[in-house]
């Protein structure tokens, strides 16, 4: 058992005597966490102030009143209370000597496997497929891959599926396109040669991504024209509603302006989102109407949208050519993001689909009605649910499903033929309010035993702070952007190993590259928006996977120049030795990896580990610059510093690995 969970567990018993065992017990234990600086101890209890509100006592009080039961002993070799309440706990150096040979000596680091394994389903990446991967994938796949890494390796059983849109309206999109243009005469036009058969055959992918593009393009075409009217009108109601406040507003602000502030601002907002929004279809019509053979295209094409749901809809009832379409199609759209999975070295158990769930909804949406959880409304199929203002549709009134049914049916699946106690969906914040209604019908539905999670993540940005787009407005392409990463860090491995292969060079440009974009997205709070900066994320300095993955090379320079036998090291029973403060604050970090997991598991924070990661190799540096190894005043001491050594190497291998991150022998 790690440090912190032992000492949670001595505080439960202490706290038993106390009070009753409730669920505040579990809150108060919450509070006790590692600290930041060596002066409070290595960890701190702050629940004794809390605690002392509740039972109406002074916080010292209580504080001391625990300190006397609680049983510690073997564990630590100071307990104290400071300040107002707080317990300070500093760990016998006995105990983390134990603890630290014994993560010296063992495959996991000393890391041990959870009591009880649960069944885990971790739903990530899940692209739209039909279309190329683009930024916003990268966030899902490398957050995603990390948690099922974790929880694998924590001792969990872990399902990892990819649950693609392969159904949906772009499949609808590029049939329409390839029974329309495949071959018509715009392929004549060199913009337009993926359109003939010969490039198709070549270049099946380009020319289903090309087309979808086309397709997308012309719908927006239509839609934007029909919309713009609307959109403007209601700019200009806007605009005047802007007016009259600001007419209201008296010169001079006042302090209770404040309100009329407010309203103003918000305003403008309003105004600005829907100029921002006319803007766009500005754009997106113009583009057309500048490109005479775009715009014949549309001209010829003015019932597009209306079409592209029709043959999705004719796929979807098993229409014979839509379906041989979608089966030639797919294939092709796999081996695309395959590609890209390849080179970003992830892997899944499951690729089930959408596609795959289609023949169990009609079951489903019927399950809801005869069970009274759906009722028809406007003739689609709703699930009211008192929480929610609007109901969630399961069936159309044209009695297509949607991706709400789909999910249902997908839960149902997971749950019944994989058992899983937990299912997490790592799926981008904007679809908060479907999961919510979705996990919601599920337990009205009966399913209420499993943890449905969604683990919600924010925007990739742009240096000017919006989503981040191509310079001509494009969502960035995910391959383009694994190019970029792996050539700016191959040039930079070149420029500083000089004398190395090319293939070499290469190499560690990729470790590098990939690393170095898939940490950036990882060391975030999942949460919170971030700019992405290729600068950034390659530098040497700072919490960057180059920076950790510079540091594991250095350690391993260090055991190579030493010429350790490291099977010897860490089989070896030779003491360790806590000559420098520092050696003793590096020892306790690393034997805090199994905690950083477990925190990182508790809201499934992957960034959490990046921080333990980039701490401890601080700590690694401070304590090579103040202890020599080399000259270490006894064989002894020596040994004790190369097993520090090797184990930070051991430990940043393992958590960057964990990361879905690789490390070099050399860089
Ligand atoms: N394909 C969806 C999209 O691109 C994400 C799917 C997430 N997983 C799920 N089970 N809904 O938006």
């Not at 630290?100 to 497929?129: C, E, I, T, W």
Request: net charge negative; charged share 25%.
């Amino acid at each position: 058992m790690n440090a912190l969970t032992e000492i949670k567990t001595r505080f439960a018993d202490a706290l038993a005597s106390i009070i009753e065992p409730d669920h505040a017990s579990a809150d108060l234990l919450s509070m006790i966490k590692a600290t930041s600086d060596g002066k409070f101890g290595d960890y701190q209890a702050n629940f004794a102030m809390p605690l002392a509100k509740k039972l109406g006592k002074p916080p010292r009080d209580v504080a001391a009143s625990i300190v006397e039961k609680v049983q510690l002993d073997d564990i630590c070799q100071k307990v104290e209370i400071a300040g107002p309440g707080f317990i300070n706990l500093t760990l016998d150096d006995a105990w983390v000597k134990s603890r630290l040979a014994n993560a010296v000596s063992n495959d996991r680091l000393g890391v041990p496997k959870v009591g009880q394994a649960r069944k885990f389903v971790v739903d990530y990446s899940s692209p739209n497929v039909a279309k190329p991967m683009h930024v916003g994938h990268i966030r899902s796949t490398v957050i995603g891959d990390a948690l099922a890494r974790v929880l694998k390796f924590v001792g969990h059983d872990v399902i990892t599926d990819n649950h693609l849109g392969d159904w949906g309206t772009q499949f609808g999109m590029i049939i329409y396109g390839y029974k329309h243009f495949m071959g018509s005469d715009l392929a004549d036009s060199e913009p337009y040669k993926f359109l003939r058969e010969a490039y198709y055959k070549q270049f099946p992918i380009g020319t289903l991504g090309r087309l979808y593009k086309l397709v997308r393009q012309l719908m927006d075409y239509h839609s934007a024209v029909r919309e713009i009217e609307a959109v403007d009108k209601k700019l200009m109601e806007l605009k005047q509603a802007l007016q009259v406040l600001e007419e209201k507003k008296p010169t001079g602000v006042k302090a209770d302006d404040k309100q009329l502030k407010k309203l103003i601002n918000a305003a403008r907002s309003r105004v600005e989102a829907q100029r921002q929004l006319g803007e766009g279809l500005i754009k997106k019509i113009a583009v057309v109407d500048a490109n005479s053979e775009l715009k014949a295209l549309a001209d010829a094409h003015p019932d597009i949208n209306r079409a592209v749901l029709l043959e999705t809809a004719a796929l979807h009832e098993g229409d014979q050519e839509n379906r041989k379409l979608w089966n030639e199609f797919l294939p092709h759209c796999r081996e695309d993001i395959q590609r890209i999975y390849q080179r970003l070295g992830v892997t899944f158990d499951y690729e089930l689909g959408e596609s795959f769930f289609h023949d169990m909804l009609g079951e489903v949406a019927d399950e809801f009605e005869a069970k009274g959880f759906a009722r028809t409304s406007d003739g689609a199929l709703c699930v009211f649910m008192d929480q929610y203002e609007t109901p969630m549709i399961i069936r159309k009134q044209d009695g297509a499903f949607l991706y709400a049914t789909t999910d249902l049916a997908t839960i149902k699946y997971r749950l019944n033929e994989w058992q899983a106690d937990a299912i997490l969906y790592v799926v981008d914040h904007r679809q908060h309010q479907h999961f919510e209604k979705v996990f919601d019908a599920v337990k009205l539905w009966g399913y209420d035993e499993a943890e449905l999670v969604h683990v919600s993540f924010g925007t990739v940005l742009g240096d000017d702070g919006k989503p981040f787009k191509t310079r001509s407005g494009d969502t960035v392409n995910l391959e383009t952007l694994l190019d970029e990463a792996e050539t700016r860090a191959i040039a930079i491995a070149k420029e500083a190993n000089p004398d190395l292969e090319t293939q070499q060079q290469e190499n560690i440009g990729r470790v590098v590259g990939i690393g170095g974009l898939k940490y950036a997205d990882l060391s975030q709070h999942r949460a919170s928006d971030y700019k992405f900066s290729y600068e950034k994320m390659l530098a040497m300095k700072g919490n960057t996977a180059t920076y950790l993955q510079y540091s594991y090379a250095r350690v391993q320079g260090i055991l190579r120049r030493m010429e350790t036998d490291l099977d010897e090291l860490r089989s070896s029973a030779g003491p360790l030795v806590f000559e420098e403060d520092v050696e003793r604050t590096l020892a306790v970090k690393l034997v805090r990896f199994g905690e950083s997991l477990d925190e990182v598991l508790v809201e499934y924070k992957p960034n959490l580990l990046c921080n333990y990661l980039f701490e401890l190799t601080q700590t690694f540096f401070q304590f090579y610059d103040q202890c020599s190894v080399k000259d270490a005043s006894s064989d002894d001491v020596r040994n004790s510093r190369l097993k520090l050594c090797d184990l930070t190497a051991r430990t940043i291998e393992k958590g960057l690995g964990l990361l879905g991150i690789g490390v070099l022998q050399q860089m």
